[in-house]
Each structure stands twice: as C-alpha cells, then as structure tokens.
C-alpha cells in the first residue's frame, strides 16, 4: 500500500515539471544594430604563362672501345698511337692500342686464336702484312671510298678482285739513290753503271744494294716496260725483252760491287763507314745507318732513268685493315680514315715517320721538300707502282728470286733466265690454285 501511494506521489511530481516545461516561452533578446556589410566583389582570373615542361633527361652515349694492333717498329708507335687517339675522339669512339712486333704478327694472331683469344678489331699494318692477311682469310673488305688523290700504286696494293682490303695511310720503302758527298748523282742508269765502275778500286766499293731481292730489280724492269703480271693480276709476266733488259743492267751494276763480300748488310756497312762510292737502298734503312755510324752523312737523289723512261720503284704503305671477326663496323672506320687523311695530320705523320703522304696534292709541300730523302722520294711517289696482293704477284716474285742472283753474278746465260723465271712462277701459282 505504501509502495503504491509513494508512486502516485512521483508520477503527480513528474506531471508538474512537464507543464512547466510546456510554458510560454521567454522573450528573445533584442538584436544589436550592426552596420550594413558592402556587398563582396570576387575578382576577375588574371592570366598567367603556364611554366615550360622540363624535357626528360636522356643517357650519354657510351663511347665504343675498338681494338686496334699497330704493327710497326718501335720507333714509329707514339707518332702513329697519338694520331689514331685523336682520330677516335673525333668518331666519338675509344680506340685501346695494342703494339705488335711487324715481323711476328701473323704469328700472333694464329696463337691468340689457339687460345681462344678474341681477335683485334683493327689492324694497321704494311702492305706484306695484308697479302698475309688475305691469304689467312683474316681480313674483311674495308668498306670505304678513297680519297680521289690517293697515289696510285697505293690503290693497287691495297685491292684485290675490285675489293679494298685496306685504307693505305702513310706510303713508304721506295728505293732512293745514295752516293758519297764527293760524287755526283747520275742521271741515266748508264752514268750510274760508268760512275761505279770508275769508282770502284782495292779498298773502295764502286755500287753495292740488295742483290738477290726482286725489289731491286723493279724499278729497272717497270722502266724498261715490263711488269710482274698482268693488269688484272692474275698471271705472271716475266718472260719479255724488259726482263732481259734489265738483267743486263744489274750485271753491269754488279761489275761495281765489293771484291770480298756483296751482301745486303756488308753493303750498309761500307755505305755508312764511307767505303762504298753509290747505292741503292730504302727509307726502312736509316736506323741501320744512323746505328753503323753517328756521324752518317750521305748525298740523296732519285733513281737514274732508264731505257729513255723513269725509274719506278715499287711503292709500299702502312694501311687500316679490319679484321673479319673484329667488330669495327664499315661506318667506323671510314671515319677514323677520314681524319687520317686530312692534310694536317698527313704531313705529321710524314715528319714524324719520314715517309710520303699518302695523298698526290701534298707531295708539293714545302715541308716535304726541306726533307732531302722525302724530296726524292716525292719525286717519284706519284708514278710507282704498287704490287697487287694476289697469287700471281706474290709467285712472279718467287720466280724471279729464284733465279736473280745467280743471273746477276754472271752464272747462266742471260737470255735464258726470263723464261726460267716464268717457269717457275707458274708453278707456284698452280699450287695456289690447287684445292
């Protein structure tokens, strides 16, 4: 009962705060005056340079690195591995120079294949090296154009089949005429033959050279209207009346050698120590002279005429070869080529070398013509011919060795020595052409 009647109690509590709730309710306070905000101006876009997009960075081309063997004497390595660094640098490509002996480069390729060794990308080396090449199938075609001027029996050294094998740079081994300081230079082969054998007496040479090496014989034999081979190169031409002509010449040359000893070496000796009157010897010689004697002084001329006609030595050079299984691409090496063969870096090469420029318009340059042995040799660069590096040259040199000195020193019977070397020059070339 209790508990009922405190309940009522709490619910009439509750009743009464809802009514109260449910009251009038109070006034709302009166609002402050405020002043009139002026009405919001919103400002107009104001145009504006857009920024310029930063172009995505893109990767510095790695320089290449090609290989190149330079097969040369020591003596001529810096000249020529300075001129190659620059040449690279303006192909944009890196060149890593390896010296190589000139005499055992073959060899050392045959080894470093054995050994499983990859090959050079290039090659410079002379032109007996390219026929060696070529004939170990080492080589790939070089891919480029000439310069127009280039001497032309540089161009015919370095091709084969109307196929370049290599990019002459530097022409050398041109005979030259040498005599004593108290002689003078014969004109004609004849003055050279009666100028020797005046000269020769007990204790002096008249005429000493290489006797037995049919470079010797070129320049006689071009003169006389003769030639190795053929135009195309592809046969022996040694049996002619220019041959006969010519081994007379050198037996009569010969009446001038020394008494006691006619090698090609006895020879440089007496030349350089001034107990031989004339001779006939290459640039490749000055270090043998210049080692023989320190005070080595010689006169130096072109060679004499012959036979109503110039004499004309067999030219040589130092070529740019690429190696068939290298990586030097056509496009590369012409261009390393092309600054070889620009004018200020011929003449370097020439000075540095004391060789002819490869190119016919700088033989007339007065650097090349304050050089008594580059002004002689100039002299005849433009017309020597250059011996192809086919079968059949290589075997007419062959047969005419095999017969030179002994014809030279009186043994056979001149007339029949010509037909004896042709022999036996078509008997090396049926070897070659043997499967």
């Not at 700088?362 to 040799?377: E, G, K, N, W």
Request: charged share 15%; aromatic share 6%.
């Amino acid at each position: 009962m209790t508990l009922r009647i405190a309940r009522a109690a709490a619910l009439i509590c509750v009743a009464a705060l809802i009514c109260a709730a449910c009251a009038a309710p109070a006034p709302a306070p009166t609002p402050a005056p405020t002043a009139t905000a002026a009405p919001t101006v919103t400002p107009a876009p104001t145009a504006t340079t857009m920024p310029t997009a930063m172009p995505a960075p893109t990767a510095t081309p790695v320089a290449r690195q090609l290989t190149i063997w330079v097969a040369e004497p020591a003596e001529a390595q810096s000249a020529i591995a300075a001129e190659l660094q620059q040449a690279a640098q303006a192909g944009n490509f890196q060149l890593a120079i390896i010296p190589r002996d000139p005499d055992g480069l073959l060899l050392s390729l045959a080894t470093d294949r054995l050994l499983g060794l990859p090959p050079p990308d290039l090659i410079w080396a002379d032109q007996e090296a390219l026929v060696g090449l070529l004939a170990d199938n080492a080589l790939a075609p070089i891919g480029m154009e000439l310069p127009a001027d280039l001497l032309p029996g540089l161009r015919t050294l370095a091709s084969n089949d109307d196929t370049l094998w290599g990019a002459p740079i530097t022409a050398q081994d041109m005979l030259l005429l040498l005599y004593q300081l108290d002689r003078s230079p014969p004109a004609t082969a004849a003055d050279l033959v009666a100028a020797a054998q005046a000269a020769r007496t007990s204790e002096r040479a008249g005429f000493v050279q290489g006797w037995g090496a049919a470079r010797w014989l070129a320049p006689w034999f071009y003169a006389a209207g003769g030639a190795f081979t053929t135009p195309d190169g592809a046969e022996p031409t040694l049996d002619t009346p220019a041959m006969t002509a010519t081994l007379t010449l050198l037996r009569d040359l010969y009446q001038a050698a020394p008494r006691n000893g006619d090698s090609y070496a006895r020879g440089q000796r007496l030349l350089a120590q001034g107990f031989a009157a004339y001779a006939i010897d290459g640039d490749w010689a000055w270090p043998t002279y210049r080692a023989i004697s320190d005070t080595f002084q010689i006169g130096i001329a072109p060679l004499p005429a012959f036979n109503g006609n110039p004499a004309q030595p067999l030219i040589g050079g130092s070529l740019l070869m690429r190696h068939r299984d290298g990586q030097a691409t056509p496009a590369e090496v012409a261009a390393l080529a092309a600054t070889l063969y620009q004018p200020e870096v011929q003449l370097r090469l020439s000075a540095a070398l004391g060789r002819s420029p490869a190119r016919r318009e700088l033989l007339a340059d007065p650097s090349i013509h304050a050089d008594p042995t580059r002004a002689a040799a100039a002299t005849q660069a433009a017309t020597a011919p250059g011996l192809p590096p086919t079968p059949a040259a290589r075997c007419a040199i062959f047969g005419v060795e095999s017969y030179l000195y002994s014809a030279t020193t009186g043994d056979p019977p001149i007339k029949d020595v010509p037909a004896r070397m042709q022999r036996e020059a078509l008997a090396c070339l049926r070897q070659f052409a043997q499967p």
